[in-house]
């Protein structure tokens, strides 16, 4: 644990499944291809094929730890999954999901889902590989993944580092499971023509959800302190260079919150740091405020220090978060973990 403090410190300056597949909804167009809104392309501008277009490379169903239903951000009705550790089987990928996995859902007011996720695989060898994902669908009935993997170099997952992958994602709410089924969609053609198309639709008054973090601003510095946590950590799990440099992952066990927000970290995501070049953290995770709103945190190596960013009910008492601008310090050492202090940002 010792090590892991360290290096976050340097950085800043289910089961597996046995039964059947689980079946895409009756009346399902599953031939159609879904084209991304221009906000939302999940890197794949040029439309989503029906995954099982393609051939199955492996599937996992998780059990949630917990499901956080937000209600309504300045997005649109935001939900997150975090998920417990989970195997994964498949004809040419076997190994586990790591506990914390998260998925975060948002809805919008037409029914439209978009979805990102984070999920750390390893391998059965022992290697690991980040994944983070975006996905879309016109419902919650068929929502798209297309699946990024970050596989070390030389190892024996290092082809998942190229190739195009759709998965099937399916939230079940009442069992408390998410379940994802990847596809190589590499040789499969994107049709042409009005008829082979759904067309994703966002409401005119939605505003895009950000992929990256805010840039900190040349003339921003650090105003009245907003909160201070205290952040526990489990051992790295370190996927070593791959596709966009040396990635290493430090997750996020829980811990304290003090100052204008009380209450706690809680249990799941990690810091998705990458060591290449100037070292950068990315970490996301959840806090739980003492009344039992939950609020999402993203923070993120910018130019100049460690910017975070919000995402909380609009009508709950921390609103604010959603239209502020904020400024974090490095992380310093703490028992079983990091202190990082939160503050305003003046100009």
């Known amino acids: ?163 195009k992958y759709v998965a099937q994602r399916i939230l079940d709410e009442n069992a408390k499971t998410l379940t994802v089924r990847v596809y190589d969609v590499s040789s499969v053609t994107i049709p042409t023509g009005g008829a082979n198309i759904t067309r994703i639709v966002k409401p005119a008054d939605a505003p895009p959800q950000p992929w990256d973090n805010r840039m900190k601003g040349a003339d921003e510095k650090q105003g009245k302190e907003l909160i201070v946590e205290s952040v526990g950590l489990s051992p790295s799990q370190r996927v070593g260079a791959s596709k966009r440099g040396n990635r290493n992952i430090i997750p996020i066990t829980g811990g304290d919150l003090s100052g204008r927000i009380t209450g706690k970290v809680l249990s799941g995501g990690a810091d998705y740091q990458n060591l290449s070049g100037p070292p950068a953290i990315d970490a996301r995770y959840l806090w739980q405020a003492s009344d039992g709103e939950i609020i999402i945190v993203r923070n993120t190596t910018s130019t100049g220090g460690l910017v975070p960013i919000f995402e909380a009910r609009v009508d709950s008492p921390y609103a604010y978060l959603n239209t502020g601008k904020f400024l974090s310090s490095n992380p310093g050492m703490a028992n079983g973990g990091v202190k990082i202090t939160m503050y305003d940002s003046t100009n």
């Not at 009756?26 to 939302?40: F, I, M, Y």
């Not at 501008?45 to 730890?65: A, H, M, R, V």
């Not at 994902?133 to 024996?156: C, I, L, Q, T």
């Open 1 to 163: 644990m010792k090590s892991d403090r360290r290096t976050f410190l340097l950085t800043a300056g289910a089961a597996a499944i046995a039964g059947p597949a689980v079946q895409l909804a009756k009346g399902q167009s599953k031939a159609k291809v879904l084209l991304p809104h221009a906000s939302w392309d999940c890197g794949m501008k040029d439309g989503i094929p029906n995954p099982e277009s393609g051939f199955l490379i492996f599937e996992t169903q998780l059990k949630l730890d917990r499901l956080a239903k937000i209600g309504k951000t300045q997005y649109g009705n935001r939900r997150v999954a975090v998920a417990l550790e989970g195997t994964t089987t498949g004809p040419k990928f076997t190994g586990t999901v790591m506990t914390g996995a998260l998925d975060f859902e948002l809805t919008l007011s037409n029914g439209t889902v978009e979805v990102e996720q984070i999920f750390v695989f390893k391998t059965s060898d022992g290697k690991y590989i980040y994944s983070r994902n975006a996905g879309v669908g016109a419902d919650s009935k068929d929502v798209r993944m297309a699946m990024d993997f970050e596989a070390p170099n030389g190892s024996s997952a290092e082809w998942m580092n190229s190739g």
